[in-house]
């Protein structure tokens, strides 16, 4: 396929996970613009998706079969039809590099080059779009760095999408500037199962987490009404979640409730003080 040129607008519509993270990492590293799109669930038309598309227009569009397949659908006048789209299955099954080459050669952009598009969610609105350059990244990490004290011994977990300013600068980029340690979750698992989250930060000793509302509240109440219901094997569960390195818990965007605070600090004062201090 035609290779993209330096500035070119690349739709990354993929999952959460490490594929997503190549391509992003892949097109700062051929000087393209990146733009991260939350993918459509099935069952919906991809009404966000296809107004980012027409507003941004993408020469090429990273994507898998699935979503692929629902971005066309219906043939909508959006033009996605007129993106380049390349899916994940093609570039694994590709043998020789030249034949599929999204990217081309590396370049190292300037400083005050695009280096993404960064939309707004679409949630209350038509999705918004503003441009950030190679120095607002990191500019906005080195102040993520210092105000969060990141060094070598952090240790991160992140399971917030990464189509936005928390997830992805703060927890795919961040690691990467700062050079420490990072551990990324689906946003569907946690969501599905909190109980998961908690348990991850404490086999891998987190250091640092965090998610609206204050994910740990949210699976520390949902864990406690079953607990009153009845369910043993989740108290104990529970009790095997240890704390004690988990020094830094994030309120991401909305209120923290102190009836969820209360409930959490009676929950875990047998694991750890951190509560008591934040």
């Not at 613009?33 to 991809?46: D, F, L, N």
């Not at 999204?102 to 939309?119: C, D, H, K, N, W």
């Not at 108290?235 to 979640?241: I, Q």
Request: charged share 15%.
């Amino acid at each position: 396929m035609t290779h993209s040129q330096p500035g070119d607008r690349v739709a990354l519509v993929l999952p959460p996970g490490l594929e997503f993270v190549q391509a992003f990492l892949a097109c700062l590293r051929a000087g393209c613009v990146a733009v991260p799109i939350c993918p459509p669930s099935a069952g919906r038309a991809p009404a966000v998706q296809s107004a980012i598309i027409a507003d941004c227009e993408p020469v090429v569009g990273i994507t898998n079969g699935a979503l692929q397949a629902l971005l066309l659908a219906e043939n909508r006048p959006d033009g996605a039809e007129s993106v380049s789209w390349v899916q994940l299955e093609e570039m694994e099954a590709a043998t020789n590099e030249s034949e599929v080459d999204v990217f081309g050669r590396e370049r190292i952009p300037s400083s005050t080059a695009v280096a993404m598009l960064q939309y707004t969610s679409g949630s209350t609105g038509v999705p918004r779009g503003v441009m950030l350059t190679h120095a607002n990244l990191v500019a906005n990490s080195k102040v993520i760095q210092e105000c969060f004290r990141y060094d070598s011994d952090t240790r991160a977990l992140v399971w917030l999408p990464p189509y936005h300013d928390m997830g992805l600068i703060g927890g795919i980029l961040q690691p990467l500037m700062a050079g420490f340690q990072i551990a990324l979750m689906s946003p569907l698992h946690v969501l599905q199962r909190p109980l998961l989250w908690l348990k991850a930060i404490s086999a891998q000793q987190i250091t640092i987490s965090g998610g609206p509302i204050l994910c740990l509240s949210v699976a520390c109440v949902r864990s406690v009404r079953r607990i009153c219901a009845g369910s043993i094997s989740v108290a104990g569960k529970l009790r095997s979640v240890e704390l004690s390195r988990f020094g830094n818990p994030c309120c991401v965007s909305l209120p923290r409730s102190s009836r969820y605070v209360a409930l959490t600090t009676e929950r875990f004062c047998h694991a750890t003080d951190w509560l008591s201090r934040h």
